[in-house]
């Protein structure tokens, strides 16, 4: 007696329900799981600070310097943090976009997220004077504020945003990980200092 091939057997057809079932149970799970516990938010918002951070010194560089610039410009195609309409030069973050822009006219600058503002002459393909961006003196009056400003937040961040910070900030300057001893101390003392601030 042969088995007819039209049918399919009754264990595949279970095994592959069962598959499917599974798999909307696991995306379910994901999903309220990110709607339960957003930490991915926190720390996304904790970088966004950070990086904002980063483009506020760059443009109080650039101010102090007295240079034309324009913010998230698109040149070659290509989206750039600044961009120098006189000088024709595109500062990004990005790797890719400065490779991009590497190959026409105009002179990328690649600018890492953790390099102070100050430090953007050095990069420049052009003389600039010498400035000193100093602290904002109401910060340097208040060691909290300096706190928040160094983990990259405001002084309204809740508890879990400021370990969060310290977390991220941590992987960037510890000294095993290429970093600077002087900064790992001032954010560990920023750290604790915010953490007896938060809201």
């Known amino acids: 007696m042969q088995a007819d091939p039209s049918t399919v057997p009754e264990w595949l057809v279970l095994g592959v329900l069962l598959g499917a079932g599974g798999s909307v149970l696991v995306a379910g799970l994901f999903v309220v799981a990110d709607r339960l516990f957003p930490a991915d938010q926190q720390s ?11 483009r506020a010194e760059l ?7 007295d240079e034309q610039f324009a913010e998230n410009h698109f040149v070659e195609g290509q989206h750039v943090a600044f961009y120098l309409p006189k000088r024709d030069v595109a500062i990004t973050f990005d790797a890719r976009a400065y490779y991009r822009i590497d190959r026409s006219p ?12 100050v430090h953007l002459g050095a990069r420049l393909p052009f003389e600039t ?11 340097s009056a208040d ?4 706190a928040f400003a160094e983990l990259g937040l405001r002084q309204t961040a809740t ?10 900030r941590v992987k960037e300057v ?17 750290y604790t200092m915010a953490k007896q601030h938060a809201s």
């Open 129 to 139: 004077p010498e400035v000193s961006l100093g602290p904002d003196p109401e910060q």
């Open 106 to 117: 105009t002179r990328p600058v690649l600018v890492e997220h953790e390099m102070p503002g």
């Open 143 to 146: 060691p909290t504020l300096q």
């Open 159 to 168: 508890l879990s945003e400021v370990k969060a910070a310290y977390r991220d």
């Open 44 to 54: 996304r918002q904790v970088r966004d600070g950070g990086e904002e951070r980063r």
């Open 59 to 65: 443009r109080e560089y650039l101010q102090a310097i």
């Open 174 to 190: 510890h000294p095993d990980h290429g970093g600077d001893e002087e900064e790992f101390k001032r954010v560990r003392e920023a």
